[in-house]
């Protein structure tokens, strides 16, 4: 199995652009987690997924953030319009009983 | 909610040195989890820990699960210069539905 899948690897974009971040889950799995880690906050569930369906979206940060899960193999977290502040790693985790397998992280950068 | 406190911090060792570092909470965990990261990656599960008292070894790694559910802690022997990274420890949060906390990670540098 390829892990978790994460794209882009890095990301820059100007403040007010919409920002879209990608993940392939592992196949089999039915938990889908989105986080954010920064030096200050350290990593931060941002949301999470159960069998597609989103369960708890209580860590996203405000209006601006979206997460979808379309199909099981598939999801997105998109930002819009994109801020300076929203800069950090994103990382997708997905598990089937308890252990979760992160994917390698999307680095935004918004200037 | 549910807190996990780490320390240290962060440490600094030479090359062979042993490493202990732990995991406390002011609540019940009924599940222990030591992760790695390494640079620009994401964190990788090390040792998962499900009974109280449990002593679980995974190479050079050692972990705990303390006896009063509070706490955990990770011990490394033998250090080498790839154990390098961020060790995070976690656990499941009861009160919603079971998603995953971290601890805010401890830093690890290995002189060699």
């Known amino acids: 199995d390829a892990g978790v899948i994460q794209s882009p690897r890095h990301e820059v974009t100007e403040m007010g652009q919409e920002v879209t971040l990608r993940c392939k889950p592992i196949s089999g799995h039915n938990s889908l987690f989105w986080y954010r880690q920064t030096m200050m906050r350290g990593l931060e569930l941002l949301i999470y997924?159960?069998?597609?369906?989103?369960?708890?979206d209580s860590g996203m940060p405000e209006d601006r953030f979206s997460a979808k899960m379309p199909n099981a193999s598939f999801s997105t977290l998109k930002i819009q319009p994109s801020e300076p502040r929203d800069s950090a790693v994103y990382f997708c985790a997905s598990s089937l009983f308890g252990g979760y397998t992160f994917g390698s992280g999307t680095r935004l950068t918004v200037v | 909610g549910q807190q996990l406190n780490q320390s240290p911090q962060s440490m600094f060792i030479q090359e062979g040195e042993d490493v202990s570092m732990n995991c406390t909470s002011s609540?019940?965990?009924?599940?222990w989890l030591w992760y790695k990261q390494d640079p620009g990656e994401g964190p990788v599960l090390l040792i998962a820990l499900y009974k109280a008292g449990e002593l679980t070894s995974n190479g050079r790694l050692t972990a705990q699960f303390g006896t009063t559910r509070k706490d955990s802690f990770l011990n490394i022997s033998a250090s080498i210069p790839s154990d390098v990274g961020i060790y995070f420890c976690?656990?499941?949060?009861?009160?919603?539905?079971?998603?995953?906390?971290f601890g805010a990670g401890t830093i690890l540098r290995v002189k060699s």
């Open positions: 997924f159960n069998n597609n369906v989103p369960i708890d």
């Open positions: 976690a656990g499941p949060n009861m009160e919603y539905g079971n998603k995953l906390v």
């Open positions: 609540s019940i965990f009924n599940t």
